[in-house]
């Protein structure tokens, strides 16, 4: 070939390799670039799941929280007409029958009793049951809110 052919061959032999390098470098950026795009686009999309995550496990947690109060008012209501049923129906009239065999039987032990007079101490008693057990599950369910204690 000769000394030109020689120094032409080298010359493309250098310019052939300053191109791909350049192809090679622009090549690397571009894909340097495209990899910063997606993960910023993939940290966007996560930070918008996460709060919206969040927002929801809030929306769980205000139904929940909603759910123990109705609950524990729901109890809190009977507790209180359930009290106040006792209180009305402290008085016992043997003269009611509800079809069994125990309202006859309860009724002989009341006309038997009524001699020693234990029907005053009787509703007296049965008071105290029931409004100490009213008082302690009105405080039980009042220190829900307060932790147990």
């Known amino acids: 070939m000769g000394i030109i052919g020689d120094a032409f061959g080298k010359l493309f032999e250098i310019l052939w390799q300053v191109a791909t390098w350049i192809i090679d470098g622009i090549k690397d950026f571009i894909q340097t670039i495209v990899d910063v795009i997606v993960f910023l686009i993939e940290l966007f999309i996560a930070l918008i799941q996460g709060l919206l995550y969040f927002i929801y496990m809030i929306g769980v947690l205000g139904v929940k929280l909603f ?21 009305a129906s402290l008085s016992y009239s043997p003269t009611g029958s509800s079809g069994n065999g125990y309202s006859d039987v309860i ?15 009787a509703y007296i008693l049965l008071f105290l049951v029931w ?7 009105i405080k039980l369910l009042s220190s829900i809110r307060v932790g147990g204690d």
């Open 67 to 87: 759910q123990v109060l109705l609950e524990a008012g729901q109890m809190l209501w009977s507790l209180i007409v359930g009290f106040g049923r006792t209180l």
């Open 107 to 121: 009724g002989r032990l009341f006309t038997a009793l009524e001699p020693m007079q234990l029907t005053p101490v």
């Open 131 to 137: 409004f100490t057990t009213a008082v302690s599950a």
